[in-house]
């Protein structure tokens, strides 16, 4: 069973920084495509970044110069790095695997932005 746990969300104040973590357990992060979701109060979830398994990746046009995904295939862990943090980008944050035909989801990480 594919287990996605995330780590790292939090308070932060406009132009801080976050790094979310994403550690995998019944899957490998580097044999498929990686994952971030959020979804902010009273919206629908989105897309926020994606890597491939070839390692290419693709941003939501407002996060793009901000955010990094990244993975670590000795961890299993895919990573986040949030830079120049907005209020816009509060939401919780969840990571999302693809393995073997099913959806898997981590249970989230909130992240709030504010001052």
């Known amino acids: 069973q594919v287990r996605l746990v995330e780590s790292g969300g939090g308070l932060v104040q406009p132009g801080g920084s976050l790094r979310l973590s994403c550690a995998a357990s019944g899957s490998m992060v580097t044999i498929t495509a990686m994952d971030w979701y959020r979804q902010a109060p009273g919206k629908e979830r989105e897309l926020v970044a994606s890597i491939s398994s070839n390692g290419q990746t693709n941003y939501e046009d407002s996060v793009k110069g901000r955010f990094t995904i990244s993975r670590d295939w000795p961890k299993n862990a895919v990573y986040l790095q949030m830079n120049s943090l907005e209020p816009a980008d509060t939401a919780v944050y969840y990571c999302?695997?693809?393995?073997?035909?099913?959806?898997?989801w981590g249970r989230g990480a909130e992240v709030t932005v504010s001052s």
């Open positions: 999302h695997q693809r393995w073997k035909r099913r959806d898997f």
